[in-house]
C-alpha cells in the first residue's frame, strides 16, 4: 500500500503542511490541498475546513512568537531568510490598515506567515487576528478546494508526483533551516 492510498496519511500530511504554511513553510497549502482534492472530490470541503484549521493554528503561532519574540526569535531568521524589507513593508501596512492587511493577505500572493508575524508585532488583538485569519484562509481554500474538485479527479497513476513534490519542498526547507 502506497502513501496516496492510505486517507488517513494523506490528512496528516495536509494538516501538517498546512500548519508549516502558517508558520514558515514559504510554500502555499495549496500545493498540497488541490491534488487531493482531486484525488478525493467527495471530500473536497473537509479537506479544505481541515487546511483552514492547521493554517489558523500555525499563523497564532507565529502570531504569539512575533508577539513575545520579535526581537530575538523573528528578526534574526527574518534576516537570515532576506526578508526585512518584506517585514518593514507589511508592517508599515499594519500602521495603515490594521487587522485588514491579514484579512487581505490571505486572498493575496502577500506571504501569510510575513503578515502574522507583523500582526503579532504591531500588536493587533488576538480576537481580531483569529477572526481575520480565519475568515482570509476560508476563503481562499474553500476556493481552491472546490475549483480542485469541479476541474475532474487527479488519475490515480499521478498520485505520487504530489508526494515527492512534498519530499523535495521539505529537503529544501531542512536544507535552508
Same mark, same amino acid.
Given at each position: 500500500?502506497?502513501?496516496?492510498?492510505?486517507?488517513?496519511?494523506?490528512?496528516?500530511?495536509?494538516?501538517?503542511?498546512?500548519?508549516?504554511?502558517?508558520?514558515?513553510?514559504?510554500?502555499?497549502?495549496?500545493?498540497?490541498?488541490?491534488?487531493?482534492?482531486?484525488?478525493?472530490?467527495?471530500?473536497?470541503?473537509?479537506?479544505?475546513?481541515?487546511?483552514?484549521?492547521?493554517?489558523?493554528?500555525?499563523?497564532? !503561532? $507565529?502570531? *504569539?512568537? #512575533?508577539?513575545?519574540?520579535?526581537? +530575538?526569535?523573528? @528578526?534574526? /531568521? %527574518?534576516?537570515?531568510?532576506?526578508?526585512?524589507?518584506?517585514?518593514?513593508?507589511?508592517?508599515?501596512?499594519?500602521?495603515?490598515?490594521?487587522?485588514?492587511?491579514?484579512?487581505?493577505?490571505?486572498?493575496?500572493?502577500?506571504?501569510?506567515? !510575513? $503578515?502574522? *508575524?507583523? #500582526?503579532?508585532?504591531?500588536?493587533? +488583538?488576538?480576537? @481580531?487576528? /483569529? %477572526?481575520?485569519?480565519?475568515?482570509?484562509?476560508?476563503?481562499?481554500?474553500?476556493?481552491?478546494?472546490?475549483?480542485?474538485?469541479?476541474?475532474?479527479?487527479?488519475?490515480?497513476?499521478?498520485?505520487?508526483?504530489?508526494?515527492?513534490?512534498?519530499?523535495?519542498? *521539505?529537503? #529544501?526547507?531542512?536544507?535552508?533551516?
Amino acid at each position: 500500500m502506497t502513501p496516496s492510498n492510505r486517507p488517513g496519511l494523506r490528512r496528516r500530511s495536509l494538516a501538517a503542511f498546512a500548519f508549516l504554511e502558517g508558520v514558515i513553510l514559504p510554500v502555499p497549502a495549496e500545493l498540497v490541498l488541490a491534488p487531493l482534492c482531486r484525488l478525493e472530490p467527495r471530500h473536497w470541503l473537509s479537506l479544505a475546513w481541515l487546511t483552514v484549521f492547521w493554517s489558523v493554528v500555525g499563523g497564532l !503561532l $507565529a502570531y *504569539l512568537v #512575533a508577539r513575545w519574540g520579535m526581537d +530575538s526569535l523573528v @528578526l534574526p /531568521l %527574518v534576516k537570515q531568510w532576506g526578508y526585512e524589507a518584506e517585514l518593514t513593508e507589511v508592517l508599515e501596512l499594519y500602521r495603515q490598515w490594521g487587522v485588514w492587511v491579514l484579512a487581505v493577505s490571505g486572498l493575496t500572493p502577500l506571504p501569510y506567515k !510575513l $503578515a502574522t *508575524l507583523a #500582526a503579532g508585532a504591531s500588536g493587533v +488583538s488576538w480576537p @481580531l487576528f /483569529l %477572526v481575520a485569519a480565519s475568515v482570509s484562509r476560508a476563503s481562499r481554500y474553500l476556493l481552491v478546494a472546490w475549483v480542485a474538485k469541479e476541474t475532474g479527479r487527479m488519475p490515480r497513476g499521478y498520485a505520487w508526483l504530489g508526494w515527492v513534490i512534498l519530499g523535495v519542498l *521539505l529537503c #529544501a526547507l531542512l536544507l535552508v533551516i
